[in-house]
Nanobody
Framework: VQLVESGGGLVQAGGSLRLSCAAS????????MAWYRQGPGKQRELVAA????????NYADSVKGRFTISRDNAKNTIYLQMNSLKPEDAAVYYCNVKGGVRIQVGYREYDYWGQGTQVTVSS
C-alpha cells in the first residue's frame, strides 16, 4: 500500500491550500481515510476523517468551518481543502487509511500512513 500526499507548501495567514492523498495497492475494504497533523513538539492529532462512501465526515474543533475533507472513491484519493489558514495550522500533514478484510477466523485490520507533507503558514 502506498499513500502519496501532495499540495503542502508555504502560505500566508488567511490563505488556502489543497492537500491530496492518492492511495494505491489497496487490497482491503477501506473503512475510512483521514488527515492527521503533527506540529513541532506536539502530538499527532486528527484533523479530518471521511468514511467509505463519504457518508460521515469528522473534523477537529480547531478546523471546523475552515477545512473540508472530500474523497474521490474511483481514484482512492482524498483531499483536504484548507481555507483561512492560521499560523497554528502549520504542521506536517499525514494521510491515513484504515480498513480490513474478513478472514476465515475473524477480521484482519489494516492501518497505513503516508510520508507527510509540510504546511507552513507565515503570519
Amino acid at each position: 500500500v502506498q499513500l502519496v500526499e501532495s499540495g503542502g507548501g508555504l502560505v500566508q495567514a488567511g490563505g488556502s491550500l489543497r492537500l491530496s492523498c492518492a492511495a494505491s495497492g489497496i487490497t482491503f475494504n477501506i473503512n475510512a481515510m483521514a488527515w492527521y497533523r503533527q506540529g513541532p513538539g506536539k502530538q499527532r492529532e486528527l484533523v479530518a476523517a471521511i468514511t467509505n462512501g463519504s457518508t460521515n465526515r469528522n473534523y477537529a474543533d480547531s478546523v471546523k468551518g475552515r477545512f473540508t475533507i472530500s474523497r474521490d472513491n474511483a481514484k482512492n484519493t482524498i483531499y483536504l481543502q484548507m481555507n483561512s489558514l492560521k499560523p497554528e495550522d502549520a504542521a506536517v500533514y499525514y494521510c491515513n487509511v484504515k480498513g480490513g478484510v474478513r478472514i476465515q477466523v475473524g477480521y484482519r485490520e489494516y492501518d497505513y500512513w503516508g510520508q507527510g507533507t509540510q504546511v507552513t503558514v507565515s503570519s
